[in-house]
């Protein structure tokens, strides 16, 4: 491996030799931004551990999936997993046992989840390998509902204001009033927090609505909350999550309550935690 390594490193200097100079950086920083790509996604040792994370790029709040193979099994020990911040801090621990030859392990992301490259540390028996992946800390907005809230995060969220809340104990539907005059055209993905004591569904998944039509968001769901991703229209003046169950201490009330928001919320979560908008 190392030998067909070297051939194509001497190769690789003697195609870049013959470019003008900055077609030269051009193709040194595509190279390495090609081999950054692949690191962060998968890895394989040579003893036979290999492992992956479902995603390569993820927001605070965001759910991290770790799965590996061992490809020969010569004792029962469990994969050990430790994953290190940017800063080099460990940030989780996880033990697994093995089921069959496969392991799985998963952790949420904090709020306040640095920005940069995390890196996983993965043993197990004598065989060892090593996977990143990235937190990009961008904003987060808050929507107060009663004495809890609804966390908003995405690349663009600042191009939506969030104003009242409506809350239907008859239709078990929060309704969020929306301001989307900065989004130009198209539309912007933006990635509700949404905690199950405050709206939930039971055997099956939230329906999510803009200005009354439904919109196909993708779901998933922790043992707290759920998680959707939905993409906001230009345009939209409402949002409304309509699930089976709303806030139970309120069902009594067979009205429609009301929150209002003088104005939304925007935190940065990269270098301190959020704090609840009472």
């Known amino acids: 491996m190392s030998a067909f390594k070297g051939k194509n490193l001497q190769l690789n200097t003697l195609i870049l030799s013959k470019l003008p100079m900055r077609w030269m950086f051009v193709g040194m920083f595509l190279a390495l931004s090609v081999s950054m790509s692949a690191n962060l996604a998968y890895a394989q040792d040579t003893s036979g551990l ?23 099994i010569t004792d029962e020990n469990p994969a050990t997993i430790i994953v290190r911040n940017p800063i080099g801090n460990v940030y989780e621990v996880g033990q697994v046992d093995l089921m069959n030859n496969l392991f799985i392990h998963d952790f949420v992301l904090s709020y306040d989840a640095r920005g940069g490259i995390y890196t996983v540390n993965i043993r197990q028996d ?86 009354g039509n439904d919109v196909d968001c993708t779901q998933t769901e922790t043992d707290v909350e759920r998680i959707v991703q939905c993409p906001v229209q230009a345009g939209t003046r409402e949002l409304t999550i309509v699930g089976t169950t709303v806030i139970p201490e309120f069902e009594a009330a067979p009205y429609v309550l009301v929150l209002s928001i003088a104005a939304s919320v925007v935190v940065f979560s990269r270098n301190r935690p959020l704090h609840k908008l009472r």
């Open 50 to 72: 290999s492992a992956s994370t479902n995603k390569q790029s993820y927001m605070p709040g965001d759910k991290v999936i770790i799965t590996g193979t061992v490809s020969q």
């Open 126 to 211: 004598n065989k060892t390998t090593q996977i990143q992946f990235q937190v990009v800390a961008g904003k987060t907005q808050i929507i107060p509902v009663f004495d809890s809230e609804i966390r908003v995060s995405g690349e663009n969220t600042n191009l939506v204001k969030y104003g009242n809340v409506e809350v239907s104990t008859v239709d078990s539907s929060i309704t969020i009033q929306m301001d989307t005059t900065k989004i130009q055209n198209g539309s912007i993905t933006e990635e509700y927090h949404v905690p199950k004591h405050v709206i939930d569904t039971t055997g099956g998944q939230l329906v999510i609505k803009e200005n």
